[in-house]
């Protein structure tokens, strides 16, 4: 595998409109640039990443005239419409 391609320094920004929850996951492996079986193999430490999670609240200032959005009317199946099964339609009687 080739060696990730992130650098020092690098960072990902969002703004979060509502609650969330995140998840943060790394290889074990380090970035897998060097092999972790084999003759050659060697520790994966040397290249692993540190990550770093930084958490800010705003001014309320800075949120003048902003408002949340409305929660969304999800109802499952990301979606779709699935159909209804022979069993549990009804006699068009």
């Not at 703004?15 to 972790?36: H, K, M, Q, R, Y």
């Not at 949120?63 to 549990?88: C, F, K």
Request: glycine residues 8%; charged residues 25%.
């Amino acid at each position: 595998m080739k060696a990730c391609p992130a650098k020092k320094g690098d960072f990902l920004e969002f703004f979060a409109e509502i609650d969330l929850l995140c998840a943060l996951s790394t290889c074990p492996g380090g970035d897998l640039s060097v092999p972790l079986w084999g003759p050659d193999s060697r520790d994966p430490l040397e290249v692993c990443r540190p990550l770093g999670v930084e958490v800010h609240r705003l001014d309320p200032a800075l949120l003048a005239g902003w408002s949340s959005p409305e929660v969304a009317a999800y109802r499952g199946n990301h979606g779709l419409t699935l159909p209804t099964p022979p069993w549990e339609q009804k006699d068009p009687a």
